[in-house]
């Protein structure tokens, strides 16, 4: 793959992980998580993980750190969701 083309992966990559800011934000600074659909973000991080596994197959520098890193920002999102409903309600999951 060329060099622009593994500059312009990255560049989207970037981006990708910058769109989930606000959402961690409301989630960890904010104690919101009214909306968020935990198996919504576990399929997100499913899909995630598959495309490292592309990335690494192919040798794709920019996918699989975009991946790595948007994987670790979705988790870190499930994580601050669950814990938020589970000092909420211990029933709650």
């Given at each position: 793959?060329?060099?622009?083309?593994?500059?312009v992966g990255?560049?989207?990559g970037v981006i990708g992980i910058i769109a989930?800011?606000?959402?961690?934000?409301?989630?960890w600074?904010?104690?919101r998580h009214d909306g968020i659909s935990i198996p919504t973000?576990?399929?997100?991080?499913?899909?995630?993980?598959?495309?490292?596994?592309y990335g690494v197959?192919?040798?794709?520098i920019a996918m699989i750190v975009s991946n790595i890193l948007t994987l670790s920002v979705i988790l870190i999102i499930i994580i601050g969701v669950r814990r938020c409903r589970?000092?909420?309600s211990p029933d709650a999951v």
């Open positions: 793959m060329s060099a622009i083309m593994e500059a990255l560049g989207a989930w800011g606000p959402q961690i934000r409301q989630v600074v904010h104690k973000f576990c399929i997100v991080a499913l899909s995630l993980f598959l495309w490292l596994i197959s192919i040798g794709s589970v000092l909420e």
